[in-house]
């Protein structure tokens, strides 16, 4: 039996719940945030725009957790600064049926981060698609999902970027959510995303730093998205394998790289883990199953350069890993909460009941 949280209801009997699991870590974190008023403003009307659920989710934590609810607001929206410590290392492989041995679609992310507290569940918000999420506990974004209607997500920091600079607004894992919540397939996955853009509300994915996003659908289906704040590339696929480590591949994207920063710390790492994730991919063969995608998810060569990267060299290190299996009939992936090479993989599918909250 697992013990995932399962919040479920009103957005802010969603919130209620999260609070009274949570709220004694979710103070913690939220303690020393200084709230700047004019940036928390303009933050607070995008949400009222896209996203109003939110806002009544943070009051509803903020109501049983003991805080304030604009201090949450405004860790949502911090100020991006460069970090010369800042790695940003996620990895993720999108698996095509060709290529798959079990004929489905696959989709693996290994997420670096700094190593706050996180959690794994499942959420459904009355009026939004349930959905299975992995995030930190103050981020009302998510960095991994699955959801009802078997549509899987993956986000990674993208490129140094020399345009579509932007550091208010909704960054990656704020449009994972809205995904999340509001897709079915990949094409409505990317409407959403330029919806986004088109709407002014994009930032950016740490500073000055595009976004990656890879989804997957029931259908078949699999779409590669590199964006600004002001620019969305893509690809639709159906054959193949690919990875993505922290660089834009896709053409008209390369063409968004500020390339002056190449030879920052996050932009080695980013093409070491690529070269290894393709020699991995060449020696598995023709054939992916998802036990190769979890050997994947444990490769520490290169560290702390590598896939898995448990290292204490620089502040942000692996701390989950989720591999998705887009089967048409029964979507489901298995999650790992913490370093896969010490934290084993769960199963959990989207219709699964969790521990009701």
């Known amino acids: 039996m697992n013990t995932f949280p399962e919040i479920t209801g009103s957005a802010r009997e969603s919130g209620r719940q999260i609070g009274r699991l949570f709220g004694a870590q979710i103070a913690a974190l939220t303690r020393d ?8 403003k303009k933050f607070r009307r995008m949400l009222e725009k896209t996203a109003a659920w939110w806002l009544e989710e943070a009051e509803g934590i903020a109501e049983t957790a003991g805080i304030v609810p604009d201090k949450l607001l405004a860790a949502n929206c911090l100020p ?80 140094p970027i020399i345009s579509g600079i932007n550091d208010l607004g909704f960054n990656d894992c704020h449009i994972m959510r809205l995904v999340a919540e509001k897709a079915a397939d990949c094409r409505e996955a990317l409407e959403v995303i330029r919806e986004i853009v088109a709407a002014g509300f994009c930032s950016n994915a740490g500073f000055e730093r595009g976004m990656i996003f890879l989804f997957a659908d029931k259908t078949g289906q699999g779409l590669l998205v590199e964006n600004t704040s002001a620019t969305v590339v893509f690809k639709f696929v159906r054959r193949g394998a690919f990875i993505y480590t922290n660089h834009f591949l896709l053409p008209e994207g390369r063409r968004l790289i500020n390339r002056r920063r190449n030879r920052e710390v996050p932009m080695k790492s980013s093409r070491i883990r690529y070269r290894r994730s393709r020699q991995l991919l060449r020696a598995t063969g023709p054939a992916i199953n998802p036990e190769d995608l979890g050997r994947f998810s444990q490769d520490t060569e290169n560290q702390p350069y590598s896939l898995c990267n448990g290292s204490d060299i620089f502040p942000w290190r692996t701390i989950s890993a989720f591999i998705h299996e887009l089967d048409a009939l029964k979507p489901r992936c298995r999650v790992c909460n913490g370093l896969p090479t010490e934290t084993p993989y769960l199963p959990l599918a989207c219709a699964d009941k969790g521990r009701r909250c």
Do not use: W
């Open 33 to 40: 945030i200084v709230i700047q008023p004019e940036r928390l």
């Open 80 to 159: 991006q600064k460069p970090n010369k410590y800042y790695l940003g290392g996620c990895t993720s492989f999108l698996v095509m049926p060709d290529r798959s041995q079990t004929g489905i679609p696959l989709l693996l992310k290994i997420r670096d981060e700094a190593p706050l507290p996180q959690v794994v569940g499942t959420k459904h918000i009355d009026g939004t698609f349930r959905y299975i999420f992995g995030t930190n506990l103050n981020n009302l974004g998510i960095a991994h999902f699955l959801n009802e209607r078997g549509l899987a997500g993956a986000n990674n920091t993208g490129s």
